[in-house]
């Protein structure tokens, strides 16, 4: 506290006000000030302060940026450490930077130029008709068994533990599938709770180790026992699904040499963690990047959910499955639109819904799906971008190979950055011109704003009093006004006067929103949909049933000599990190953690330098050594980009792929 207390000394009523009354702005489990809907008690966790600093700071003097030389070495935490962007830029090719311009010459400039779950996205839409948690976390506190596969929420969602705890406390057993023992899945010290604090709190019951990307063949085989056995609820998969003959077919065929192979598990735990399912009335599973993160990612996702329908945990309190999110704006910035391939509400974009949503905005709208973030670099590798305006986004960090990626973006005649701090990505040399569009952030925000969380409590997010960052103007400001300088004539059908204009808005074109319009102060939320979605088992699919998927794993056997590496995140936000060691594992940016056999085999000890490999390039670290599965390495990112491969996709979603077969050499 005395570190957040330091980096807020410039406006310190201002961070208590927005601790105080804000909503968290940093994953999604959701607050209003220091409150949540699950428990009483304080809600406060480093995630929130550490990104606190980011509101409060002061402006950056722009001459910073008129010479991108001096700022480029930087790293992205000294980027942010210069304050926040103050006023409008641009950078003309040819110039050395970016020079102060008007906000009326930015906007003039923009006219005449002309977005991790999308995985659980795309299988839960097409399995059960709702891309969202079907519980709230109230139902952790009273399940008899919680699943968490491919997700460390005490490091990126920590005060999930402090419900983890009271579970507990009724009975509650957390099992964890995953190939790393993650020490804070493993024990857990809840700061909020004394007892904890005092003595640690024992999280997980059962851990089942599997290979990298193996989850899919472990789920699988889950199911292959529990309907060799007649363990699956028949009344429920009868009255409520359609499908499942096919996945019991391709089942029976399946061998339990792949299963295995593929899985990194064996028989036994399989078949362990089978009893344990049939054992448990109610079960939620919980899953995040590590699962949706591969290029099989939707198809495991729809293994889940095979699972959890085979059991008929859908639809009923204190059962469920939960895609946990780490990021506040990911849950409700889909349902609204801000995706590729859907329109707000969900609706695919199709010439049928274009001409829906044309109706209801009395404009036409494009009928073909947008790009992904990947296919976007594809694009402007090609030359087929005039334009690419980045709302908060960067690229540069997040993306494999990226100096492939710098190389695309110098290709796009016209980018446009619009952000609150200064990142790599502005500084790539410009074809014509780059320009900064300086934001406000959500407490700043004109009318206040929303958050929706994980469990789909639409909250209220009050604009907070305090001081301002020069000429920075609220986010949605900007594309208005932007957007009424390129159509005129259609001003009128898109301006809006303030938060609640919008909120208005989201009312009358997504159904499911509604009790948005009426939030107006600290406190105002609604849950759609309720408590439990899909309650009874009826699904929100043209036949009210959900939908079982077959789904085949892919081949995971590595040739001799190579690891299966996959990407971790430490104390960060996206890639902004803000510690360089993480507490939890004592692992810092650049250790590669690898199991003690394998430290073995290649001499390595602990801190022994290594390079990591691939086919694409490579990176440097140390060696920690870990309990982890043996052939697999984890290894932080963004510092891991250099290693991934571009344009591996997953087919159904195009998130690429943040794993890679790689080489461990010792010595570097």
Known sequence: MAKVAVENRAHPLYAWRI?????????????????????????????????????????????????????????????????RLGYPMVWRAGTPGYARITWDEALNLANAARLCHSASTVAMKQAIGVAASTCSYKDW?????????????????????????????????????????????????????????????????????????????????????LIERGQVDRAYIDAHTTGFDGVEQALRESSWSDIEGNSGASRADIERFADMLARAKNVIFVWSMGVTQHRHGVDTVHAIINLALARGIIGREFSGVMPIRGHSGVQGGAEVGCVPNVFPGGRPVTSESAAEMARAWGFDVPSTPGLSAAEQIQAAERGEI????????????????????????????????????????????????????????????????????????????????????????????????IGERVRPDRAHL????????????????????????????????????????????????????????????????????RFMMSTRRGKQFNSMVHRARDPLTGAVRDDVLISAADAGVLGLRDGSPVIVRSGTGEMRGRAKIADIKPRNVQVHWPEAQPVLKRGVLDPQCGVPDYNAVVEIIPGA
Request: aromatic residues 8%.
């Open 19 to 83: 601790l105080r009354d804000g909503t968290c702005d940093g994953c999604a489990l959701g607050t209003v000030g220091l409150r949540d809907f699950t428990m009483d008690g304080i809600h406060l966790c480093t995630v929130r302060l550490n990104l606190l600093k980011l509101n409060t700071m002061d402006a950056m003097d722009p001459e910073a940026l008129s010479d991108v030389r001096n700022v480029s070495g930087l790293s992205s935490a000294e980027m942010r450490n210069l304050g």
């Open 141 to 225: 506190i009273g399940s008899d068994l919680i699943v968490f596969m491919g997700s460390d929420t005490a490091n990126n969602q920590p005060v999930t533990t402090k419900y983890l705890f009271y579970a507990k406390k009724k009975g509650t057993r957390v099992a964890v599938v995953n190939p790393y023992r993650e020490p804070g899945m493993m024990r857990y010290w809840v700061p909020s709770v004394v007892e904890s604090v005092l003595f640690g709190t024992k999280i997980c019951d059962e851990y089942y180790s599997v290979q990298t990307g193996g989850d899919l063949a472990f789920l699988n085989g889950v199911l292959k026992v």
């Open 386 to 481: 005039d334009v690419l305006w980045s709302a908060g986004g960067n690229f540069l960090e997040t993306l494999p190979e990226p100096d492939h990626v710098r190389a695309a973006l110098a290709r796009v005649p016209h980018r446009i950055h619009q952000d609150i701090v200064v990142t790599s990505q502005m500084l790539v040399e410009p074809r014509e011109w780059a320009l900064i569009l300086p934001a406000r952030t959500r407490y700043e925000t004109r009318g206040g704003g929303t958050e929706t969380t994980t469990e789909r409590q639409i909250i209220f997010s009050p604009e907070i009093p305090g001081p301002r960052p020069a000429q920075a103007q609220g986010e949605w400001e900007i594309f208005m006004k």
């Open 494 to 561: 898109i301006h809006a006067d303030g938060g609640a204009d919008i909120r208005a808005e989201i009312a009358r074109v997504v159904p499911s929103y509604a009790g948005i319009e009426a939030l107006k102060r600290k406190g105002d939320h609604v849950q759609w949909g309720g408590r439990i979605l899909c309650r009874d088992g009826v699904f929100p699919t043209e036949d009210r049933r959900a939908r079982f998927a077959v789904v085949r794993p892919p081949e995971s056997a590595l040739p001799d000599g």
